[in-house]
């Protein structure tokens, strides 16, 4: 079974500084997705960014980028320049590609906490 | 754009109670989800459907009914409330496997 795990349970930022997310998972698959999910206090789910694991060029969106070193399965996120609305839950997730009719069913980790401060 | 919308957002429920969470979704998505989120873990997947008319056990099913009736809803039933089922409860969708959409969640508080 797939599991994620990250480490940091809390962590905090200064405006405009640099973050770096620690995630790292398990699983035999060699084909597989990786995702950052962000979770404000309005408790809504918002997708950050994504991986491909057969895609070697780490993803990047704006302000956030990703590590992905499959070998090491890990996968850890960088905001550049924080912001002030970059404060809210932090939640890796792995999911497996599955037959059609099996869906496409997310793993979380525990979720880091970061605070961007003033 | 309303995305996907879950009924009600608070709830309060005593012991052995019954009740029924409503995700809807006008993006005409196949797949919906029903996930649980409980302080210091993540999300866990309760259940699923893959479409119309078919639902499936995720990882923690016990306790819960669900019924996909129609496209653009997904239903979640407590037939029994108690109290390890208070949690914040969050229902997804997605056009493929790939990217899900969330609700921004229902929190449900059984005493």
């Known amino acids: 079974a797939q599991t994620v795990t990250q480490s940091q349970p809390e962590m905090s930022v200064q405006e405009a500084e640099t973050v770096t997310l620690s995630c790292t998972y398990d699983?035999?698959?060699?084909?597989?997705?990786l995702f950052w999910y962000k979770q404000p206090p309005s408790r809504q789910m918002i997708l950050v960014i994504r991986?491909?694991?057969?895609?070697?060029q780490n993803a990047t969106e704006n302000r956030f980028s990703v590590n992905f070193q499959k070998a090491a399965k890990s996968f850890s996120l960088k905001i550049s320049d924080s912001q002030l609305g970059d404060t809210a839950m932090y939640f890796c997730?792995?999911?497996?590609?599955?037959?059609?009719?099996?869906?496409?069913?997310?793993?979380f980790g525990q979720g880091t906490e970061l605070s961007v401060k003033p | 754009n309303a995305g996907v919308t879950q009924t009600p957002k608070f709830r309060v429920l005593k012991t052995g109670q019954s009740m029924t969470l409503l995700c809807a979704q006008d993006?005409?998505?196949?797949?919906m989800y029903w996930y649980r989120q409980d302080p210091g873990m993540g999300l866990r997947l309760i259940h699923y459907?893959?479409?119309?008319?078919?639902?499936a056990k995720g990882e923690v099913p016990d306790g819960y009914n669900v019924s996909r009736l129609k496209k653009q809803n997904f239903l979640l039933g407590l037939e029994s409330a108690a109290p390890s089922q208070t949690s914040v409860y969050f229902c997804?969708?997605?056009?493929?496997?790939?990217?899900?959409?969330f609700g921004a969640g229902t929190r449900l508080s059984v005493l």
């Open positions: 459907s893959v479409g119309e008319g078919t639902t």
């Open positions: 699983t035999s698959e060699n084909n597989y997705y």
């Open positions: 993006m005409n998505h196949e797949y």
């Open positions: 997730a792995f999911m497996k590609p599955l037959p059609y009719n099996q869906g496409g069913k997310l793993i």
């Open positions: 991986q491909e694991a057969y895609k070697q």
């Open positions: 997804a969708s997605s056009p493929k496997q790939v990217i899900q959409y």
